[in-house]
């Protein structure tokens, strides 16, 4: 291995080291700490690409190793995140919620490793770091939603990672995103944000995901 795919291997590796601390904070009751350790684990996973890129590395290894370190960051550590967070009350119910959700990331992960020479401009499936990114703002949001609301939030974040909903990637053209659903979604989330300012975090992750949602539905039903 040569200096610059070090280089590029050492940042994933820091998204696997804030995953692993997001886990240790949780176990210590320390659930904003754990929160902010999983939007720094999806700042490294940002990282890495672009500074193989930049290095001119790139290689198998390189991709298996952020895969790798995604199930941790985005998939474990948020899910035993919102069990004790939010789902320790449901027993079984809140522990089968929590694996759920990795398992969902991790299947999204495997799709997208064996399609990533064939999908382009879009995601076929919420991202994982989303996915995790979800959690964590909601955990630093301040709303304290009833545990159902939780339990079934938890539960429609997982399926949609691994679901066939289209999500934009900001840089092609591959999913048109319509007017009315956008709109829609863009007012539920002002609301949130009128709600509580200070969880604009949380509200753009909600807006994002509701959109990509609402887009599937129209373009089902209008057969666009």
Not at 30 to 52: C, N, P, Q, T
Not at 72 to 87: E, H, M, N, R, T
Not at 178 to 199: E, M, Q
Not at 204 to 212: P, R, S, V
Request: glycine fraction near 10%; charged fraction near 10%.
């Amino acid at each position: 291995m040569n200096y610059r795919s070090a280089i590029a291997n050492t940042i994933s590796s820091f998204n696997l080291m804030f995953g692993v601390l997001s886990i240790l904070a949780t176990f210590e009751g320390e659930f904003k700490a754990a929160a902010i350790m999983i939007i720094l684990a999806v700042v490294a996973d940002s990282l890495d690409g672009r500074v193989a890129r930049a290095l001119g590395v790139s290689g198998e290894f390189g991709k298996e190793l952020d895969s790798l370190c995604d199930v941790c960051s985005f998939g474990v550590a948020p899910g035993v995140l919102i069990y004790q967070y939010a789902l320790m009350d449901l027993g079984l119910i809140g522990q089968l919620l929590a694996a759920f959700f990795a398992i969902c990331g991790a299947l999204r992960l495997a799709r997208f490793n064996v399609n990533a020479s064939v999908v382009h401009g879009y995601f076929v499936g919420m991202p994982i770091p989303a996915g995790g990114c979800i959690i964590a703002t909601y955990i630093l949001s301040g709303y304290n939603f009833p545990i159902a609301a939780v339990a079934i939030g938890t539960a429609i974040t997982a399926v949609i990672m691994y679901s066939e909903i289209k999500f934009p990637d900001f840089k092609g053209k591959g999913n048109p995103m319509y007017a009315i659903p956008v709109a829609i979604s863009f007012v539920a989330g002002l609301f949130l944000l009128f709600l509580r300012p200070v969880a604009w975090p949380f509200v753009i992750m909600f807006t994002y995901t509701l959109a990509g949602i609402l887009n599937f539905i129209y373009i089902k039903a209008t057969n666009k």
